[in-house]
């Protein structure tokens, strides 16, 4: 596959020279052709300012751009053939949809008949030709979301931005909607990048993802790398559920590290952080997601086993979440799908992790936004 769009090095200071805001940092990143990309992370970490720098709404303090082998970086946002949806919608009350999202044609002084066409195929791909007539105000904000996509691909980008497209819509709206833009977006084959703050929208939206912390990427991966083997203990937290129990390096072999848990029991596993270079007696963590931990059941030999004892459990619906006293500071979190016989409160339990789902980190777990 050939990348569609190379972000290099890309850094975007705002402020004067007394007070610098530094939101984008020597952020590199590669789109491919027909890829939906998206940017995660939290509020503030410089998801806005990278599109708007890949829109050219603003421009870099340093770093390029290149779009299908042509340098952005300079050239100016109507030179860059992109269509942008961004989190309110800016649809013209006063209009019919089918004027709204002809409304840019027209400014480009389009003729009549391919206004038509290319505006009947925009409402098309979006599912809502018969609604044609209509104003904004009759439409439900599911629709409304759609005209705004509909206005964004009517001029046939070869690029679409878009920045929080579903944070206006209610939480039931917001899952149905993600489908559909991911259809139309796969539909219409157009390279797409995607910014949320909300990790489940973008592990189920996205080809690839970027993990932004503090205007830096943190990793880049498939939404199953970045949930199942985060970079950080950051990211891990911040992509889902995460227990982290506290241990002691021991010892390296290869790749991986070997840990001892307060209860006393040694473990081989994986490293999360492939840059940290373990030494005995350091401090560590250890990562494994609540699905992961199994409770009980006949001992199968595959997994270790931690004496716990059930604090209590949270009936979720879907799932059933197990609190459980390990030792050691924290409790553990494990999620079943059903209530399990014999697991109550105040009774022992016997703790399952497989090595294969169990990261180390160097260190002790903070959650972003905490000071370092
Ligand atoms: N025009 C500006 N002038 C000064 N600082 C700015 C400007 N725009 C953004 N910032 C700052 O840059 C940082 C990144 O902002 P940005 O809007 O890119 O974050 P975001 O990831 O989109 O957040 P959110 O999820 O809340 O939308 C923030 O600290 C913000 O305050
Ligand atoms: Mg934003």
Known sequence: MTASLVVEKLCKEFGTSAERVAAVCDVSLEVQAGELFTLLGPSGCGKTTTLRLIA???????????????????????????????????LYP?????ENVAYGLRARRTAEADIRRRVGEALELVGLGPLAARRPGQLSGGQQQRIALARALVYGPRLLLLDEP??????????YMREEIRKIQQRAGITTVYVTHDQEEALS?????????????VQIG??????????TMGVADF????????????????DRVRVRLPAGVDLEVDRGDSTWQPVPNEAATLFIRPERVRLGGSDDGSAVELPGIVQRHIFLGGIVRYVLDV????????????????IEAGKPARVKLDLADIRAYPGTQRPWGEAA
């Open 327 to 342: 030792g050691g500071g924290r409790p553990v979190l494990a999620d079943a799908q059903r209530l399990l016989p014999g």
């Open 166 to 175: 579903l944070s206006n819509l209610d939480a039931k709206l917001r899952v």
């Open 205 to 217: 939206i996205s080809d690839r993802l970027a993990v932004i912390y503090r205007g830096r990427v």
């Open 56 to 90: 050219g709404l603003e421009s870099p303090t340093a770093g390029r751009i290149i779009f299908d082998g042509q340098d952005f970086t300079a050239l100016p946002p109507f030179r860059r053939n992109l269509g942008m949806v961004f989190q309110s919608y800016a």
């Open 94 to 98: 006063h209009m019919s949809i089918f």
């Open 222 to 231: 498939t939404p199953a790398e970045v949930y199942e083997s985060p970079a």
């Open 239 to 254: 992509l889902g559920r995460a227990n982290f129990l506290e241990a002691q390096v021991v010892g390296t072999h290869g």
